[in-house]
Nanobody, 120 residues
Framework: QVQLVESGGGLVQLGGSLRLSCAAS????????MGWYRQAPGKQRELVGL??????NYAYSVKGRFNVTRDGAKNTLYLQMNNLKPEDTAVYSC???????????????WGQGTQVTVSS
């Protein structure tokens, strides 16, 4: 079993910063990708930043403001968000996929989500 625990959301003013964390625990053999997604009220979920062995891709709307980093030893993913705007308000969720250590089965796990609200 793989569990993801997110933290770091909250209320911030326009232009402020927040850092989200996503800690993956469990018997993981290999991680294929770790990424952040967000869903605003009335909108579809969208990719924010996705990290794979090939590198990290960002949504155009967050390029230059958001940064995804990963601590491989801790299986923890971070999302540093700078210069936040009201349109960044959403529930942010992390996603991890890979293979379990026990039987090499594929897994695709989502975190519980954390609310980020940017006030103007």
């Amino acid at each position: 079993q793989v569990q993801l625990v997110e933290s770091g959301g909250g209320l911030v003013q326009l232009g402020g910063s927040l850092r989200l964390s996503c800690a993956a625990s469990g018997t993981i053999f290999k991680i294929n990708s770790m990424g952040w997604y967000r869903q605003a009220p009335g909108k579809q979920r969208e990719l924010v930043g996705l990290g794979t062995a090939a590198g990290t891709n960002y949504a155009y709307s967050v390029k230059g403001r958001f940064n995804v980093t990963r601590d491989g030893a801790k299986n923890t993913l971070y999302l540093q968000m700078n210069n936040l705007k009201p349109e960044d308000t959403a529930v942010y969720s992390c996603n991890v996929d890979g293979f379990l250590e026990s039987d090499y089965r594929y897994f695709d796990q989502w975190g519980q989500g954390t609310q980020v609200t940017v006030s103007s």
